[in-house]
């Protein structure tokens, strides 16, 4: 698996689902009901997927810094 993508597994399921993504994710964690999948990316988009994988939210960070 490289950085740019992430693979999901179930009991169901035969083989692990991998899935392509924009940038290095850094952090994830499930909804307490196991329904969402929250990734954080090096390039700061929260994404939110479905069991499945599928991706339903983006959300992106602007930086608010002043120079």
Do not use: C
Not at 3 to 16: A, H, M, R, Y
Not at 18 to 33: E, F, M, P, R
Not at 39 to 66: F, M, P
């Amino acid at each position: 698996m490289t950085v740019t993508d992430f693979g999901l597994w179930s009991p169901e399921q035969k083989s692990v689902n991998k899935y392509k993504v924009s940038s290095k994710i850094l952090s994830a964690g499930w909804t307490n009901d196991g329904q969402y999948l929250a990734l954080g990316h090096l390039n700061g988009i929260i994404s939110i997927r479905d069991r499945n994988g599928k991706e339903i939210k983006a959300v992106q960070r602007h930086n608010n810094k002043t120079a």
